[in-house]
C-alpha cells in the first residue's frame, strides 16, 4: 500500500474500531486478545522468574511480546490487505477495538456511582474493589469516588487514547503491541521482591510507549473541556505543570492532573493496600469535596477526549494524505 493508503486504512479501521466499542464494548464471555497476553505472561513468569538473570529473562517477555503480539499481527494484516482492501480494514478494525476500552470504563464508573448514590456503600465498595488494587472495606463516600475517578483519568490514556495513538502511526499491529506491553506492565511491572528484576523491562518499555500518548492526551482533555469546567484555562494548565510529575508514575499524572484541575478536586493522598499505607501525591486544588456527582463528570470528560482524539487523527490523516497524493 501507499502511504496515502495505509493512512486511510488507519483512519478507516480507528473508526470502525470506536463504532465497535461504542455499541458491543467487551463481552465478558468473547475471547479477547488481552486474556490471551495475561496467559502468556502468566506461562512466562511462572518458567523464567526464578534463579538469576531476571531482569534479561524479563526482557526475553517483551521481546517474546514484540513477536506475538506485532510482527504476528502485522504479517497477518499485510497478507490480508493483499487479498482485499475492505478484508483488511475491516479486520483491523476488529483488532483496534480490543485494545480500547471506552465503554467498559465507563460501565465500571457507573456500577460504582449508582450504589454510591442511593447510600448503598457496601454495595459501592465492592463495585470499586473491582477495579482498584487498594483496600476498599473502610472508604467513605468521598474516598470511593477519588478512586474511581483517579481509575478513570488514569485509563483515558493507558486503555483508550494510546491504544488510539499507535493505531494511528502503526495500525492494529502497533495498537496490538502496545496493548501488550501495558498488560506485562499490570501483571509484572511491580517494585516488588518478585518483581523488581524481572518486570524491570516491562515497566520501562511501558513508560517509554506513554510517553507522548499522556501529555498529548492531557492538552486534548484540557482544550475539549476547560470550556465545561467552572475553571479557567490558565487555571488548569498551571495546577497541570504543578502537579502531573509529582505522581511515582512518570506518565500517570497528566490524566489526573487534568480531571482534577478541570473538576476542581483533589486526587491522591492516602491508600491502603493489604493493610500498608501508601500516602500518594496530591493532584489539583480541593475546591468541591469528592462525591458521586464527579465520576460521572470523569466519564463524560474520557468521552469527550476520546472524541476529541479521534478528531484529531483524522484532520492530521487528512493532511498528510493531502500532502504525499501532492507529492506523488
Not at 463481552?27 to 490471551?36: G, L, T
Not at 478484508?87 to 456500577?111: D, F, H, Q
Not at 482533555?221 to 465545561?228: C, E, Y
Request: charged share 15%; net charge positive.
Amino acid at each position: 500500500m501507499s502511504i496515502t493508503q495505509a493512512i486511510i486504512a488507519h483512519m478507516t479501521a480507528m473508526t470502525i474500531a470506536l463504532l465497535i466499542d461504542r455499541i458491543i464494548g467487551d463481552p465478558e464471555n468473547w475471547p479477547h486478545p488481552v486474556r490471551w497476553f495475561g496467559k502468556w505472561i502468566y506461562w512466562i513468569d511462572s518458567r523464567l522468574n526464578k534463579g538469576a538473570g531476571k531482569r534479561f529473562k524479563g526482557l526475553l517477555l517483551v521481546i517474546s511480546m514484540a513477536v506475538l503480539a506485532g510482527v504476528v499481527p502485522f504479517l497477518f494484516l499485510h497478507a490480508l490487505y493483499g487479498v482485499h482492501f475492505i478484508a483488511g480494514v475491516l479486520v483491523e478494525g476488529v483488532m483496534i477495538a480490543t485494545t480500547i476500552s471506552t465503554r467498559s470504563l465507563s460501565e465500571a464508573a457507573y456500577k460504582v456511582q449508582k450504589p454510591l448514590q442511593l447510600g448503598d456503600m457496601e454495595k459501592a465498595r465492592y463495585e470499586v474493589s473491582m477495579i482498584v488494587g487498594r483496600d476498599t472495606d473502610r472508604l467513605s463516600e468521598g474516598e470511593i469516588a477519588r478512586a474511581t475517578v483517579e481509575t478513570v483519568a488514569e485509563n483515558t490514556s493507558d486503555g483508550i487514547t494510546a491504544p488510539l495513538f499507535y493505531a494511528f502511526i502503526g495500525g492494529g499491529a502497533l495498537a496490538f503491541f502496545y496493548r501488550a506491553i501495558n498488560t506485562c506492565d499490570s501483571m509484572v511491572g511491580y517494585k516488588n521482591d518478585r518483581y523488581f528484576l524481572f518486570g524491570y523491562f516491562s515497566a520501562k518499555t511501558d513508560d517509554v510507549l506513554n510517553y507522548i500518548p499522556s501529555r498529548l492526551t492531557a492538552v486534548v482533555m484540557t482544550a475539549v473541556n476547560v470550556a465545561k469546567s467552572r475553571y479557567s484555562l490558565g487555571h488548569v494548565t498551571s495546577l497541570i505543570k504543578r502537579d502531573a510529575k509529582k505522581h511515582p508514575s512518570p506518565n500517570s499524572g497528566y490524566g489526573e492532573s487534568a480531571v482534577a484541575a478541570l473538576l476542581g478536586i483533589q486526587l491522591g493522598g492516602l491508600n491502603t493496600y493489604k493493610g500498608i499505607e501508601s500516602n500518594r501525591a496530591k493532584m489539583g486544588e480541593p475546591l468541591i469535596p469528592l462525591q458521586a456527582g464527579h465520576i460521572e463528570q470523569a466519564v463524560f470528560i474520557m468521552k469527550r477526549t476520546v472524541y476529541a482524539t479521534w478528531l484529531l487523527y483524522l484532520l492530521l490523516g487528512g493532511v498528510i494524505s493531502a500532502i504525499t497524493y501532492t507529492w506523488s
